[in-house]
């Protein structure tokens, strides 16, 4: 395994006091393998790929417990070793293991290209800046050329003259691949994409989704991919985590999953997607209910307020993970 996460918990400072935003979360990501992470709006996909690479709002978000360890390291210990360098001090080439591993050996792909490149930089200074950062023995010469290179294999037909663009002149889709190509330009072990194709029209969804497969098998990396889109995860992933509320309700192979979902919410979200076997024109299932906020959460299961098959003992403990199957892990009172 090159990441394991073990009973991540992850708490955030609101108005209405802290409240815990992912709890108890684990999974594996094997070496060379992609994994899925699924789920609504607000389930926690986000903060766990953030907490991954150190990258939690501060000092609002804190792990308040478990480890992720990469290669057998637990980032949580080093990320308390790690000096916060934002406004007490100026960022020098001295970097700490944090930094070594963050953008180096795990990359990160942001949801919103447009937020997450800078709109007065051109991307010739922003791609040049991974390599100063974590190549600072690099010739300027030799940062650029390699700059060019790697636009160049995410797609992009005339490198040279988008390195002299600023974002505002990008489409979409080109600017997402400038985020691919700058999260790859390290080589990293692990390459987390937080929902690469939103906000892309279906075609280039395809296309980025295909190029980050293709580098992924040059490069031989990892990936974990997040997206609420359980067509992506079943056409690129090999192994799948549902996330709800905070924790997981179901993991397992992407094919086990599909062929034989266990979790009530779970077949919720297959039975949603339309097929050609449905009578046409007729009204998708849908998971009644809404997601409760994170300051209401049902104090058992979290899904009990929306289960059709909820029993009682569900609205007051909260169900262990269970493995039924070899790799097949659920979290629901049904199997315990």
């Known amino acids: 395994m090159i990441l394991n996460i073990k009973n ?9 006091g802290r409240v815990t935003a992912v709890d108890g979360v684990s999974f594996n990501l094997k070496q060379g393998t992609t994994l899925g992470i699924v789920g609504e709006s607000g389930c926690g996909k986000s903060v766990t790929a953030l907490s991954i690479m150190g990258l939690l ?3 609002s978000g804190k ?8 290669r057998g390291t637990n980032i949580v210990e080093l990320m308390d070793k790690t000096a916060d360098f934002q406004g007490k001090q100026k960022f020098t080439s001295k970097i700490d293991s944090m930094q070594k591993i963050r953008g180096r050996q795990i990359s990160m792909i942001f949801q919103e290209p447009m937020t997450a490149l800078n709109p007065v930089h051109k991307i ?4 040049n800046e991974v390599y100063k950062l974590h190549f600072p023995e690099m010739q300027r010469r030799e940062m650029e050329s390699s700059s060019i290179e790697m636009l160049r294999q995410v ?7 988008l390195m002299h663009q600023y974002p505002h002149q990008l489409s979409g889709g080109m ?4 985020m691919i190509a700058m999260a790859l330009s390290s080589k990293p072990d692990i390459l987390i994409a937080d929902e690469p194709t939103t906000a892309l029209d279906v075609t280039v969804q395809a296309q980025i989704l295909d190029m980050i497969n293709e580098l992924k098998q040059k490069l031989s990396m990892s990936v974990i991919l997040i997206t609420h889109d359980l067509g992506v995860i079943a056409e690129n992933c090999d192994d799948a985590v549902v996330m709800y509320g905070g924790r997981i309700a179901e993991k397992a192979g992407v094919f086990e999953l599909f062929k034989n979902p266990l979790h009530p919410y779970t077949q919720g979200l297959l039975k949603s997607i339309p097929n050609l076997t449905r009578t046409p024109k ?9 997601v409760p906020s994170l300051e ?10 929306r289960c059709d098959d909820v029993m009682d003992i569900c609205k007051t403990v909260s169900p262990d993970e269970i493995e039924l199957v070899a790799g097949h892990f659920v979290a629901c009172h049904k199997f315990l």
């Open 8 to 16: 991540l918990v992850i708490s955030f400072n609101t108005e209405n």
């Open 57 to 59: 709002p501060k000092p």
């Open 63 to 70: 792990i308040e417990s478990g480890s992720i360890e990469f």
């Open 124 to 127: 010739g200074v922003q791609m």
């Open 155 to 161: 797609g992009i037909a005339t490198p040279e003259k």
């Open 175 to 178: 600017r997402q691949r400038v």
């Open 282 to 290: 007729t009204i998708l299932p849908a998971i009644k209910g809404m």
């Open 296 to 305: 209401n959460m049902p104090s058992g299961c979290r899904f009990s307020n």
